[in-house]
């Protein structure tokens, strides 16, 4: 049986079974029942699989202008992009394809993790996402949106 590499920190009984190639003491301790027996012992030697199940989410952007042409544009402003909000950020994106979304860092040259050479910019560019990072929203994405008591010039619907 093949050696796992997880790491051995605990107790001495989880250090004896990662020494086996088990997972826990307990996988170990099991092992050892079978090998007594006139069972042959399979360990992870299948996989099954499976599909997580769909499950319906919200999510709710910083700010909300509406353009123009009467379409929406949403701000999200973001010190920390943890991984679970890229996660999210990237559901969104793909179940709402069109959406405009766009992101205000305060870093954008921020790495996604210590061991990541990706930064935050690098990642919102694979996801097509505009960014920037001066910490204020650029005049240029203002111009796109209608002012307060203004009307856009034309009305978008689901139909359109």
């Given at each position: 049986?093949a ?9 001495k009984t ?20 079978i090998?007594n027996?006139?069972?042959d ?11 997580v ?19 929406l544009?949403f ?6 992009w ?19 979304i766009r ?7 921020q790495k ?16 097509g996402i ?31």
């Open positions: 049986m050696k796992n590499h997880w790491h051995s920190a605990g107790s989880r250090a004896e079974a990662y020494k086996y190639g088990y997972k826990s003491g307990l996988e170990l301790t099991v092992s050892k029942q090998e027996t006139e069972y012992l399979k360990y992870e030697t299948e996989i099954i699989h499976y599909i199940p769909e499950r319906k989410a919200k999510y709710t952007p910083d700010f909300v202008f509406t353009k123009k042409n009467g379409s544009m701000i999200e402003t973001k010190g920390r943890t991984a679970i909000d890229r996660l999210k950020m990237k559901h969104v994106l793909a179940s709402n394809p069109g959406v405009d992101l205000v860092f305060q870093n954008p040259n996604i993790s210590k061991a990541s050479a990706t930064t935050y910019r690098l990642y919102a560019e694979k996801l505009k960014h920037v990072g001066a910490k204020v929203i650029p005049s240029e994405w203002m111009a796109e949106c209608i002012k307060k008591g203004e009307e856009p010039k034309q009305s978008l619907n689901f139909f359109n």
